[in-house]
Nanobody, 120 residues
Framework: QVELVATGGRLVQAGGSLRLTCAATGNSNYAVAWFRQAPGKEREFVAVITWKHSTNYADSVKGRFTVSRDNAKNTVYLQMNNLKPEDTAVYHC????????????????WGPGTQVTVSS
């Protein structure tokens, strides 16, 4: 069993930066992904990092967002730079021991989201 809590969301101006944190309980040998969901839109893949630190990003955030993890602290980070109004969403972290792709339905563990609002 894995429990996840995402924190760090807040209101920020366009062009600004935020770092989201996903704190997890249990073992660290799982992939952790970030997804986001804006009002009226479907849940969208943002980034994923495996236990061995392999990463993958959505095209919309490549070059602006960086996912990293500290396995000793059971924590995953999402550094978001050059934020745009279209990045506004609730951001969730999710984990799975076997899956590390972009399909949110494949992840077995989810935490409550954190709101990121980017003003223009």
């Amino acid at each position: 069993q894995v429990e996840l809590v995402a924190t760090g969301g807040r209101l920020v101006q366009a062009g600004g930066s935020l770092r989201l944190t996903c704190a997890a309980t249990g073992n660290s040998n799982y992939a952790v992904a970030w997804f986001r969901q804006a009002p009226g839109k479907e849940r969208e893949f943002v980034a994923v990092i495996t236990w061995k630190h392999s990463t993958n990003y959505a095209d919309s955030v490549k070059g602006r967002f960086t996912v990293s993890r500290d396995n000793a602290k059971n924590t995953v980070y999402l550094q978001m730079n050059n934020l745009k109004p279209e990045d506004t969403a609730v951001y969730h972290c999710a984990a799975d021991r076997l899956y590390s792709g972009a399909t949110w339905t494949e992840y077995n563990y989810w935490g409550p989201g954190t709101q990121v609002t980017v003003s223009s």
